[in-house]
């Protein structure tokens, strides 16, 4: 008997009660209380976690938008630089030779891209690869007291404090491009 007491207090840790009923002896382990969380605290928990979760996730959405409207100045740089070295070498900015239509053309028309291939290849799309966000390029025969210029710009970004970024603008207001976001005259 003194055997099984000292293999039982080793087995558990302490001392156990046995007891002998019709010839089987039974181990009784005392009751030992676990601390539990209430459900108050686990769903407190839980609330705060769903919190801290929606709050990251609205902010992980923010800077993704930060970064395309970043990505969209960038490109319209780059674009703004090929333009320009475009004009260095041929005297005007692209559509002088009738080659575009009278009016705004997207970035991935074909005479733009052609024209400007050995400036910039290939010329940039928007990162959201939406049809609703895209670059324009229009060219003008003359206007705005310089003669002929070209105006690049944005049509939509998505932070709205990007959206009071620079626009081209017009000595005499004849012109208007509000229905860009974004815009840039090259004269």
């Known amino acids: 008997m003194r055997k099984r007491k000292a293999f039982t207090k080793a ?3 302490h001392a156990v009660r046995q007891r002998n009923l019709a010839g089987f002896t039974l181990t009784e382990l005392p ?8 459900l108050i605290e686990l769903l407190t928990v839980i609330f705060i976690m769903i919190i801290l979760a929606s709050l990251s996730i609205l902010m992980v959405s923010n800077l993704q938008k930060k970064a395309r409207d970043g990505q969209r100045f960038s490109d319209m740089n780059t674009m703004i630089a090929a333009l320009k070295n475009y ?5 005007s900015y692209p559509g002088l030779d009738y080659s575009f239509p ?5 970035l991935d028309h074909t005479a733009l891209t052609a024209a400007l291939k050995p ?3 290939p010329l940039p799309s928007d990162p959201k690869k939406d049809s609703s966000y895209f670059y324009t390029y229009h060219f003008y ?4 007291g310089v003669g002929s210029f070209a105006v690049l710009a944005i049509k939509k970004v998505e932070v709205s404090s990007n959206k009071y970024k620079e626009k081209a603008a017009c000595d005499g207001g004849v012109l208007n491009w509000d229905d860009y976001d974004y815009s840039y005259l090259l004269n």
Not at 141 to 144: L, Q
């Open 11 to 13: 087995l558990y840790g």
């Open 87 to 91: 004009k260095l070498e041929h005297g």
């Open 102 to 106: 009278r009016d705004w053309v997207k």
């Open 31 to 38: 009751v030992v209380r676990k601390r539990a969380f209430t």
């Open 119 to 121: 400036y910039q290849s």
């Open 141 to 144: 025969f003359s206007g705005c």
